[in-house]
């Protein structure tokens, strides 16, 4: 799978059900489905923890059952975290300043409220069918900048999820 790197914000209460929750969460992006200028994905994968590209949980955290692991690769073939590793889980369980210093590029950030930034400079609301008739940067409401402060200001328990996709 190539790909777009992508951390997704989900309130808590999507871990009864995380790829339902993603699913919905991505859905306003798929590729085909929606108008041209907000298409981004075609496929997706859970992925960080194996790859070295998600998230250290905190010490004392490691084995904590609420911390997320990658899916299996496309050939169903397991994707184990190295120990402390993981691809997501609530933001109290992360170490997101080793995130920061360990990242060789940002990742692509889909908020809560339905922005997915590109690069930190190219939003998309998920209800917007383009960029000039998007009434959310019309009336000046303005996206995430600063990626790694977004990520820090959420509670701790809002659920970050480092996915690999396709698009």
Known sequence: MAGIRVVVCLPAAAAGDLRGAIGLALAPFRLGEVPRWRGIWDEWTVRGGSDGTGFTALPGHADDPRLIHDDDGYDGTPLPSPPGRCAGGPRGLLDLAAF????????????????????????????????????????????????????????????????????
């Open 100 to 167: 920061r210093l360990r990242a060789r590029w940002q990742p692509d950030l889909l908020t809560l409220d339905g922005w997915w930034i590109e690069d930190g400079r190219h939003p998309r609301h998920s209800s917007c069918a383009g960029e000039e008739s998007c009434p959310h940067l019309a009336t000046g409401e303005r996206y995430v900048r600063d990626f790694y402060g977004h990520l820090e200001a959420q509670p701790a328990d809002t659920l970050l999820v480092a996915l690999k996709c396709h698009g």
